[in-house]
């Protein structure tokens, strides 16, 4: 398979590292399950294995964000404003794993980076400048998209420049270019690539508002507001 | 709009979007991958060495 945005093949990273990140991940998700575990009613599941489905469908669209460049959205924010960011982490984990099992995107030694990268730092990232976001701007249409977009651009860079720093520990292979022209790189089209899904988050999240906003995590219970009462 | 209706329709839109519109996904290197091949590019023709482990370092 012509790899996804940030899905880490095998050997990419040498193996203690990739090692020491599957502990991590394991050690987080198991956090993130025991959260999730209270925070799942019958709202809140149904909702988190529809965003897992829509999460797996979404990062099958490549778009081109450079000539001979493509990128997919990682879901990180889309997940986070649906579903809260315990199930959110979950919901991606679940995805990472199944993509890396049955599809083969994604090294199976490499899972514990991917879902280091893509599942937990994607999401906390993203949900915490969402919720920043959140407290300042209001619960308009405009307001949740704009904290989709932001969420969405901070958090994939972020999670790309993760993937920088495991490569700087355990990297395989000697980038003759330098660590500082692929952090360059990998933070430049990662930016572009999140644009691409700060907008389809944006769209998605604000569509669900509308039809339920009871079922957007973000809202908090709240009604979506035409516009800012004078 | 009722909950069961709800899911269905977000179903529904996932099915279409991995069934029918990512035939019209982009079939280009992906951020990583580019990254990856702008690493490697004198990697690969400085070195003799066999197949490095970056998949792209091989291309």
Not at chain 1, 3 to 19: C, K, M, N, S, Y
Not at chain 1, 110 to 133: D, E, F, K, P
Request: aromatic share 6%.
């Amino acid at each position: 398979v012509d790899g996804l945005a940030l899905h880490a093949a095998d050997g990419v990273i040498e193996t203690p590292v990739a090692a020491l990140f599957a502990a991590l991940a394991v050690a987080v998700v198991a956090v993130c399950l025991a959260r999730s575990a209270r925070a799942l009613d019958d709202r809140l599941a149904p909702m988190a294995g529809l965003v897992a489905a829509f999460v797996f469908a979404v990062q099958m669209l490549n778009y081109p964000v450079l000539p001979g460049v493509s990128g997919h959205l990682i879901g990180g924010a889309l997940a986070a404003m649906l579903v809260g960011p315990w199930v959110a982490a979950v919901c991606l984990s679940v995805v990472l794993l199944v993509q890396a099992l049955v599809v083969a995107d994604g090294g199976l030694t490499a899972l514990g980076i991917n879902i280091t990268n893509m599942a937990l730092v994607s999401t906390a990232v993203a949900y915490l400048v969402i919720a920043a976001l959140l407290r300042v701007l209001p619960r308009t249409p405009r307001g949740l998209a704009i904290a989709a977009f932001a969420g969405s651009v901070v958090s994939v860079v972020v999670a790309a420049l993760a993937f920088v720093v495991e490569y700087w520990l355990g990297g395989s292979v000697d980038l003759a270019a330098g660590l500082g022209q692929v952090t360059a790189t990998m933070a430049g089209v990662h930016a572009l690539i999140g644009v691409g899904e700060g907008l389809i988050t944006a769209v998605t999240v604000v569509t669900v508002a509308r039809v339920r906003p009871d079922l957007v995590y973000a809202l908090r219970g709240a009604r979506l507001v035409r516009s800012v009462p004078a | 709009m009722k909950r069961w209706g709800f899911l269905l329709a977000g179903l529904a839109v996932c099915l279409l979007l991995a069934g029918v519109v990512s035939n019209f996904a982009s079939s280009s290197p992906d951020g990583l991958e580019h990254a990856a091949r702008e690493g490697c590019t004198e990697y690969v023709a400085s070195t003799a060495r066999s197949a490095p482990r970056w998949p792209a370092c091989s291309a």
